[in-house]
């Protein structure tokens, strides 16, 4: 991965930004415009900017994955700030050799736990269905999108 800096911190989903929300855009003006201007073919104009506005509403749904990504950084994020109060110091080197699958795993352990598992996965490389496994008294996470 290239490094990160002012020109090219952004980021876009190609596909969603730059292609299809443009081509649905277009479709249902297109699809509406027509319904008023094309008499003889009004049903088939309104069937086909209802099933376009279908198809937007479900691009919209997509934004789903985005609040799913969010919520990796923000696990991620706790982490970081767990392992700091417990340790003192910085999770850069610890959070490189985890997998975001341990990582999101150690979350459902108490503090006592937490270093026992961490420990376990930094030494062994357990997965992160093992790390779940191997709690005892759960941490429950019920704010899940």
Known sequence: MKNQN?????????????????????????????????????LIWILFSAVIFLILYLALMIRQHYALGNQDRIIRLEFKLRYFEL???????AESKLSFDQIAALRFAYDDEFKILLDKALQQNISGDEIKKSIHNWKPDHHRV
């Not at 989903?13 to 509406?32: A, E, K, T």
């Not at 340790?87 to 080197?93: L, R, T, V, Y």
């Open 6 to 42: 002012y020109q090219n911190h952004k980021k876009f989903y190609p596909p969603h930004h730059f292609i299809y929300l443009p081509l649905v855009f277009i479709l249902q003006i297109i699809g509406i415009w027509k319904i008023f201007n094309d008499e003889q073919n009004q």
């Open 87 to 93: 340790f003192g110091k910085s999770a850069d080197e």
